[in-house]
């Protein structure tokens, strides 16, 4: 189940999301918070340099839209994100520019890149927004989702 639409590459960008299927993102985040329930999202991300609208991985671009992307939807109620790098498209890791799911610079491959993104961005959401605010539910100790194997979607 898709919690964003797909057509017309909006998959793409973290700003569309699946109504049809969640017609109350608001509604279900409260009813999992009054039911202690935590929740997490697959991402299946692009990267911004694949669409041509700013750098590499540690660009500025790339930054600023993979963190106001992923912390836009913890700040609604989710709870932590699953890296889903095993999908026709992904994140590379720095210094490489390519969409696909195998990128390597130096050993260090997409999958563990991405986790390691992942992992930090709950990280510092937790430290700078949960935690500050009391919230020992969903805040604490953060927490990703990672296949650590090589794609087999295709």
């Not at 990128?103 to 986790?115: H, K, Q, R, V």
Request: avoid cysteine; charge should be negative; hydrophobic fraction near 30%.
């Amino acid at each position: 189940m898709n919690w964003r639409n797909t057509s017309n590459n909006q998959d793409h960008y973290y700003d569309h999301p699946n109504t049809a299927l969640f017609p109350d993102f608001v509604e279900w985040f409260e009813y999992l918070k009054a039911h202690k329930l935590r929740t997490y999202f697959n991402d299946h991300p692009f990267p911004v340099a694949g669409r041509d609208a700013g750098g590499l991985q540690t660009s500025p671009e790339e930054i600023s839209f993979r963190w106001n992307g992923l912390s836009e939807w913890m700040s609604r109620g989710l709870t932590y994100w699953w890296f889903d790098h095993n999908w026709g498209f992904s994140i590379p890791p720095p210094f490489v520019n390519t969409t696909h799911t195998d990128g390597e610079w130096e050993g260090l491959d997409n999958a563990a890149w991405g986790s390691h993104v992942y992992f930090q961005s709950v990280e510092w959401y937790d430290k700078t927004v949960r935690d500050p605010a009391g919230d020992t539910w969903y805040g604490g100790r953060p927490m990703t989702l990672t296949k650590f194997g090589k794609p087999d979607w295709r």
